[in-house]
Structures are given as C-alpha cells and as structure tokens.
C-alpha cells in the first residue's frame, strides 16, 4: 500500500485530511476485493475432487464437537434468564401463559443463531484464524503453492464445509437446551402451567420462524468462517498488522471482532427482509 508521504508533499494542509480518507477508501476497496476472490477460491474448492473428507471429519469434530460444551453453557443460561425476565414482565399483564410462547421464539429467531455463532466465533473461529495466519508466515502455504497443491482445497475448504453444517447443528442444540432452560426457570422455579407453557410454544411457532432461524445460522457460519480463516490468509498484506507473530495476534483479535460485527449486521438485515 502506498504510503501517504510518497505523494503528500506537494499537496496543501487543507486537502490532506480528503488524501487520507481517499487512502483508507482505497485500501477498504481492496481488501474487500480480495476477502471476495477468496470466497470464491474457497467454495469452489468445497467441489474439487479428491474430496479431503477425513479433514472435513477433523474439522467437525473441532468445530462442531469442540463447542458442544460452551453452547449447552450458554444456552441453558440464556434459557434459565429468558424464562425468568418473561415471567416477571408478563405476570404485569397476568399473562403468564405466553411465557413458552416469548422463550421460544426468542430463542429460534434471535438468541439462538446468533449466540451460537459469537460462540464459535470466539472459540473455534480465533483458532483457525491463527493457525492459517500461522502457517502464512512460516511459509507452509508458500510451500504448498510450489508443490502445485491447492491451498484452498487442502486448508480452506474443508474447514468451510464443516462450519457450515456444524453452526446449524450447535443451533438446533441451542434452541432446544434454551427452551428447556425457560422451562425450568419459569415452571419448575416460578409456578408457570407446564401445559400453558408448551401449549403457547406450540401455537405461536411457526415453520416460518424455524426457517429463518435455519437460514440465520447458515449465514452466520458463512460470515465466521470466511473472515477468520480469510484474516488469516492474508496476514501479510493487513494494515498495520506488523509482522511475525505480532501480526498474527493482531489480525486474530480483528478476526473475532469483524466476525461479530458482521453477524450482528446480517442478523438485523435477514430478519428485516425475510421476517
């Protein structure tokens, strides 16, 4: 990237300010070009044979497997809070009843998706950003280009295919542990019907409100995966990112953050075009 004082020189102080924004500009236009050919690179190597179908195994078992524990955690507490804030707004109204009707579609169309995917995010996602970035520097993915191995179908693209089916899963298991949470918070804690509970859960869900949930987490394990693994790829050419292993931590922590961010941004776009 070209410097600011390579060209500057000539330029008034009043102007450098519009210089600088037009630097940044210009880099952010870059960047996300080469985030884009990335994803590109990446499914298209999703369908490359020979398919590496034990890394795929591996990386489920990572990702998938790995977050079991910390998506149980964080549900079930999620659950437990929902049922319990539910219980005391509704009881204002005397409408206790629809406390099964709140948990669950909070959680189904909202919590679920994207706590799930701040989950994985900070948990798997950081890793795999390190790793790659790791192996960027210490020239492994160097090593593999000369040997004529694609380092998307050998690196990327199986970690791509076992986020996608991992983070609908981790989903699922967190809508149904949150559920049960609530459950337990607001009949076995407060008193609320069981019957009522189930009976309002029942009547309010729709499979409309399943699917978005469904398409949600799909997305949101596109977002993660692609920017933690591509942050890492591209370590060396990151703004400000230094070098060596300062520059892996670096663009680690920007991972897990843009990761967030975006996840939150689509969440407010998919639910305002497809609710």
Known sequence: MVQLNEYHSGIPKFFKPFAVIGNEAVYVLIDLGRMGVFLLYAIIGMFKHPFRLKEVVKQLHFIGTGSVAVIFFTALSSGMVLGLQGYYSLHKFGAEGMLGSAVSLTLIMELGPILTALMVTGRAGSAMCAEIGIMRISEQIDALECMAVDPFRYLISPKFVAALISVPLLTAMFDVVGIFGGYLAGVKLMGVNSGSFFSGMEQSVTNHDINLGIIKSFVFGLLLVWICTGRGYFVQQIKGAGFG???????????????????????????????
């Open 245 to 275: 292993a300062e520059s892996v931590s670096k663009v680690t922590t920007q991972a897990v953050v843009y990761s967030s961010i975006s996840v939150l941004i689509f969440d407010y776009l998919l639910t305002a075009i497809l609710l």
